[in-house]
């Protein structure tokens, strides 16, 4: 069974960058994204990676945030550039086994317990 842990949330100002990590232990997955859910709002699918090349981005994210994976060392990336205040939110790692690279979060069936990310102006 995959079990997920995100880490390296925080609090920066605007312009600023992050990168969160995402450990991956059991069985390691073919598909995985990020996703943000900031208060009041739904679960949006940010990034997502199939592994072998080919990812896909939020339109609000593209040229601002990379997701890469680091398949020895089992954990997935989000490094995060020109950090905006509109990106504050709680980030989840999630995977799937399912149709890949997808930004539709219910296509995934696993997730981490998130990690905090504020941007100040």
């Known amino acids: 069974q995959v079990q997920l842990v995100e880490s390296g949330g925080g609090s920066v100002q605007s312009g600023g960058s992050l990168r969160l990590s995402c450990g991956v232990s059991?069985?390691?997955?073919?598909?995985m994204g990020w996703f943000r859910q900031a208060p009041g709002k739904e679960r949006e699918g940010v990034a997502a990676?199939?592994?072998?090349?080919?990812?896909t981005y939020a339109a609000s994210v593209a040229g601002r945030f990379t997701i890469s994976r680091d398949i020895t060392r089992r954990t997935l990336y989000l490094h995060m550039n020109n950090l905006k205040p509109e990106d504050t939110a709680m980030y989840y790692c999630?995977?799937?086994?399912?149709?890949?690279?997808?930004?539709?979060?219910?296509?995934?069936?696993?997730w981490g317990q998130g990690t905090q990310v504020t941007v100040s102006s």
């Open positions: 999630a995977a799937t086994s399912s149709s890949c690279p997808t930004l539709d979060r219910q296509d995934y069936d696993t």
């Open positions: 059991g069985s390691a997955p073919y598909c």
């Open positions: 990676d199939d592994s072998i090349g080919t990812t």
